[in-house]
């Protein structure tokens, strides 16, 4: 089995900060390629950024100069520091990694049940 657990959602202010962090575990071989992924109600799900295994990145423009993405490999972590935060950020973030289970030698790609972030005064 294969599982990833995202948090570090929450409330914040216009112009604060989050953090969040994803943790995949299970039986894995190995992590290809790891982002994050949001939606907010209303509207269509949207890239938000996305990290490969040789630690090459990629944002989507909504959030370029703002988010930066980021991973562990020795603890099967990938991180999404978020500044500058504005209202149009509100949404559920999702967490997703193409994995290799160690039972299964083929890349599949997993997704996270979602952390809730609000941008508010």
């Known amino acids: 089995q294969v599982q990833l657990v995202e948090s570090g959602g929450g409330l914040v202010q216009p112009g604060g900060s989050l953090r969040l962090s994803c943790v995949a575990s299970?039986?894995?071989?190995?992590?290809?390629?790891m982002g994050w992924s949001r939606q907010a109600p209303g509207k269509e799900r949207e890239l938000v950024a996305t990290?490969?295994?040789?630690?090459?990145?990629t944002y989507g423009n909504s959030v370029k100069g703002r988010f930066s993405i980021s991973r562990d490999n020795a603890k099967n972590t990938v991180n999404l520091q978020m500044n500058s935060l504005k209202p149009e950020d509100t949404a559920a973030y999702y967490c997703?990694?193409?994995?290799?289970?160690?039972?299964?030698?083929?890349?599949?790609?997993?997704w996270g049940l979602g952390t809730q972030v609000t941008v508010s005064s």
């Open positions: 997703y990694a193409r994995i290799v289970r160690t039972d299964w030698r083929t890349e599949y790609p997993y």
């Open positions: 299970g039986s894995i071989f190995s992590i290809n390629t």
């Open positions: 990290i490969t295994g040789d630690n090459i990145a």
